[in-house]
């Protein structure tokens, strides 16, 4: 379905809002794009970001952010976004808002009024009584440990929120090769406890080959292992979001998997942790 494929972050004359056809929300998600400046803490290798073309700086400004999603609300519920071509063949889809996500080009909480930002949402939301719309932070987790990050998790925690941290690796070594970060590993693995432990978070895993090849099974391992220690400690982990590449990344060495080995890799990660894992191949 081309609707599914096309992520594209621009939208109308918008800043910072976008529709899409999102696999894993299950239908339209509005993305809050609160990086058009292109600024995050990893440089992944599967990143389908062109960082090479300068972005839009400047601070987010949450007055406009405030309008375009009511715009963009208003016009969904009025069936205007279904008749829209990138649309055609998920009309159906493009009517019911599953989510609000904060997910565009670059890393969320890295913005210094992240918590206001959400806010922002958050009364949309209420307003346009979207009471089964869910609001979703798409993030890396390296900032959830951030004072005003916190802040805007609490708002995600009264609004019906749902927290996605990614975490792609099971060693510091795979971590560095596949993210590309000068944020230390433990400072995931230890935001990712923090924020579990206060409520169910989602675990979002890009698996992928590099130089042609796939995850190592003692990587794997060793990852389904970091899995487990968030449970241990306390954390609570709703499911497990399963993908690979879906669209250009810019390094060709950076290639997909095939599902059935997306699916084996699934079913391994099931087998060790006993947690739900869904896949999007």
């Known amino acids: ?32 794009n609160l990086n ?17 073309t300068p972005g839009k700086a400047g601070p987010v400004d949450p007055d406009r952010l405030r309008a375009e999603l009511f715009a963009i ?30 997910s565009g080009d670059g890393e969320p909480t890295m913005i210094p009024n992240f918590a206001a930002c959400v ?13 089964d719309t869910k609001l979703v932070l798409i993030t ?55 924020t579990a432990r206060v409520r169910p978070i989602v675990i979002q895993s890009l698996f992928l080959r590099m130089h042609g090849e796939a995850m190592a099974p003692g990587e794997l391992d060793a990852y389904c292992a970091r899995l487990s220690g968030i449970v241990l400690a306390g ?4 499911e497990v979001h399963a993908y690979t590449i879906a669209r250009p990344t810019p390094e060709p060495w950076a290639t997909k998997l095939d599902p059935a080995e997306l699916e084996a890799m699934a079913a391994r990660i099931r087998e060790q942790t006993g947690l739900i894992v869904r896949t999007f191949p």
Not at 120 to 127: G, H, I, N, S, Y
């Open 36 to 52: 058009p400046d292109k600024r995050c803490n990893f440089d992944c290798v599967y990143c389908e970001v062109d960082r090479r």
């Open 1 to 32: 379905m081309a609707a599914v494929r096309d992520h594209s972050r621009t939208f109308a004359e918008f800043t910072y809002v976008y529709p899409v056809i999102s696999r894993r929300s299950g239908g339209l998600s509005l993305g809050i």
């Open 235 to 238: 954390g609570r982990i709703k």
């Open 140 to 194: 890396d987790a390296a900032g959830l440990d951030k004072a005003d990050v916190r802040r805007g998790l609490e708002i995600l925690d009264a609004n019906n929120g749902e927290i996605w941290g990614k975490l792609d690796a099971g060693s510091e070594e795979y971590y560095r090769q596949v993210n590309r970060s000068h944020v230390r590993f433990d400072r995931i693995l230890r935001n990712l406890h923090a």
């Open 119 to 131: 806010q922002v949402a958050a009364d949309v939301r209420r307003a346009e009584g979207l009471d």
């Open 73 to 102: 609300v208003r016009a969904a519920k009025a069936g205007e976004l279904a008749g829209i071509e990138k649309f055609r063949d998920a009309a159906d889809w493009a009517r019911q808002i599953k989510d609000l996500a904060f």
